[in-house]
């Protein structure tokens, strides 16, 4: 009986085992956040990660054309292991992918809502991620294409390099706008004081 039970449990670590093989994975190791041709692998469930912000009217660039006559939405997402190390520590850890998403703004005007928005079609997703092993500045820019499971690095000419690392108050992200890490970061002396308007 015992040595039955024993058994069952060494078959079952042996699939197990397998099924992580199968993955490329080593039992104990994280999958990496890059496939093997450098892009960044949309993370899966960015949807139930924190979010950390949302702008109006923030957006900048083609998403903001492509967004049409109405000011965007710019939702921001951390995972929950990045956001409890920000709150530890007022800088964010190694590898942390911060999410964008970019919204339409839809108007409604029903009585008793007045002159009211409410967040309509995705316009783009993009993403940056904290990596001082990879990249030469510390952080990498991404499109991740709405139909796509990756998306490639931004060249780091592009506007998005400069804008974050001149105008952000923590590291380079824009904390100055998020409501609850503003606080905790000035608590943490990591807020650097700068302009709101660029
Ligand atoms: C003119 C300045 C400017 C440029 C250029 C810019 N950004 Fe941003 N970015 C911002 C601001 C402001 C926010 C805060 C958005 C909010 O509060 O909704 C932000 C937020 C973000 C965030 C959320 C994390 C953070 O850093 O706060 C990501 C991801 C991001 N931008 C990606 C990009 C990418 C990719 C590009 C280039 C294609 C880009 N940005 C270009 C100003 C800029």
Known sequence: MFSTIRLRGFAIACVALGALALAGVRAGEVPSIYTHDGQLVKPAAYREWVNIGTGLGMAYGPAREKAGAHPPFTNVYV?????????????????????????????????????????????????????????????????????????????????????????????????????????????????????TTF
């Open 79 to 195: 995972s929950p292991a990045s956001y409890r190390g920000f709150l530890e520590r007022g800088v964010w850890p190694e590898q942390t992918v911060f999410v964008l998403e970019i919204r339409r703004s839809v108007p409604v005007n029903a009585a008793g809502v007045g002159n009211g928005h409410y967040q309509g079609d995705l316009v783009a997703i993009e993403a940056e991620v904290k990596d001082s092993a990879r990249f030469e500045k510390g952080w990498g820019f991404f499109n991740l294409p709405q139909d796509r499971e990756s998306g490639a690095q931004i060249p780091t000419t592009a506007s998005c390099y400069a804008c974050h690392a001149t105008n952000a108050a923590v590291e380079n992200t824009f904390v100055q706008f998020y409501p609850v890490l503003r606080d905790v970061a000035k608590q943490h002396r990591t807020f650097k004081d700068v302009a």
